[in-house]
Nanobody, 126 residues
Framework: QVQLVESGGGAVQAGGSQRLSCAAS????????MGWFRQAPGKEREFVAA????????YYADSVKGRFTISRDEAKITVYLQMNSLQPEDTAVYYC???????????????????WGPGTQVTASS
């Protein structure tokens, strides 16, 4: 099994920045693609960003492209999400996820992921 724990959420003014971290533990050698999803009240969980096991390929939702950056540190078995120019519509619970296999064209599909963190709240206010 793999355990994921997010950190770094909180409140920020619109236009500000935050950096989320997701630390993995357990059978981490089984992890391939890691991603971030978010869910706002009354809405479905949506894809934000993902990064492959080698770290050489990244994927972003159109709504965050150019503002958010995903990266991973294999030594620390941690994935990061740097969020810049945050807007009120970015307010949501952010979840870290991991899959045992290369997600490929299904990288934005929540059901493709095997492990999930409990989530961390991000609130951007105007």
């Amino acid at each position: 099994q793999v355990q994921l724990v997010e950190s770094g959420g909180g409140a920020v003014q619109a236009g500000g920045s935050q950096r989320l971290s997701c630390a993995a533990s357990g059978r981490t050698f089984t992890i391939n693609t890691m991603g971030w999803f978010r869910q706002a009240p009354g809405k479905e969980r949506e894809f934000v960003a993902a990064i492959t096991g080698s770290g050489d390929t990244t994927y972003y939702a159109d709504s965050v492209k150019g503002r958010f950056t995903i990266s991973r540190d294999e030594a620390k078995i941690t994935v990061y999400l740097q969020m810049n120019s945050l807007q009120p519509e970015d307010t949501a619970v952010y979840y870290c996820a991991a899959t045992r296999y290369y997600a490929g064209s299904s990288v934005a599909t929540p059901s493709r992921y095997d492990y999930w963190g409990p989530g961390t709240q991000v609130t951007a206010s105007s």
